[in-house]
């Protein structure tokens, strides 16, 4: 079946430090790989996504994420976090472009001043 | 361009009841997917209608339905609510591979 993995369910930075929230899928085929923010009492919002070309794709409020198909992975990078980044953090995942999102378990985010 | 709307934001019900929650996709997108995002289980897909049909359908019992209008608005119908159906149910419109999401309707069964 296909499933998305975030490893780890917490992480927590400190301001101006470099973010990192893993994320890996299983596939045996191309997906389409999204990021997506939720702040508290929110509806998502997306951050960035990937669906072909270049794979080192970049997102709004200074997101980025890279596509490694070797490693299944689409980890999402910040160079430095600011304290407005806590939120809970989804990867997702559809295999076709119209069909539902497969969603990780999330990660939270804490920024500490 | 507004965004994807849900209504009501909140819904308290009792176990037994009926409960009916609308969402009104981004102008132009014929796609509304609808999710459920409960404590502990995190988001897992529901239904996707598209130009007004039932395209896809997770792994839901049937007491889970809705119904996709002319104008591309959703409705999503639960019966018999059990109290486990408390969550905040997100709709989603798209006019391809990307999904935008509204804020949501927190559902809470007492």
């Known amino acids: 079946a296909q499933s998305v993995t975030q490893l780890g369910s917490h992480v927590s930075v400190s301001e101006g430090a470099l973010v990192l929230l893993r994320c890996n899928y299983s596939?045996?085929?191309?997906?389409?790989l999204f990021w997506y923010v939720q702040y508290p009492n929110q509806g998502l919002q997306l951050l960035l996504k990937?669906?072909?070309?270049?794979?080192l794709v970049k997102g709004i409020n200074g997101f980025e994420a890279e596509f490694k198909k070797s490693e299944t992975s689409f980890h999402l990078t910040k160079p430095s976090a600011h304290m407005s980044d806590a939120a809970e953090y989804f990867c997702a995942v559809t295999y076709d472009n119209t069909d539902k999102l497969i969603f990780g378990t999330g990660t939270r985010l804490q920024v500490f001043p | 361009e507004a965004g994807v709307t849900q209504s009501p934001t909140h819904l308290i019900k009792t176990r037994g009841q009926q409960a009916t929650l609308r969402c009104s996709p981004i102008s132009g997108h014929t796609s509304v997917y609808w999710y459920q995002q409960a404590l502990g289980l995190g988001l897992q897909f529901l239904l996707w209608y598209d130009e007004g049909e039932e395209r896809n359908r997770g792994n839901f019992p049937p007491r889970f339905s809705g119904r996709q209008f002319p104008n591309y608005s959703s409705e999503l119908n639960v019966n018999a609510l059990e109290l486990e159906d408390s969550a905040l149910y997100l709709c989603?419109?798209?006019?391809?591979?990307?999904?935008?999401f509204g804020p949501g309707t927190r559902l809470t069964v007492t």
């Open positions: 596939s045996s085929v191309p997906p389409y």
């Open positions: 989603a419109s798209s006019s391809g591979y990307e999904q935008y």
């Open positions: 990937y669906t072909t070309g270049a794979t």
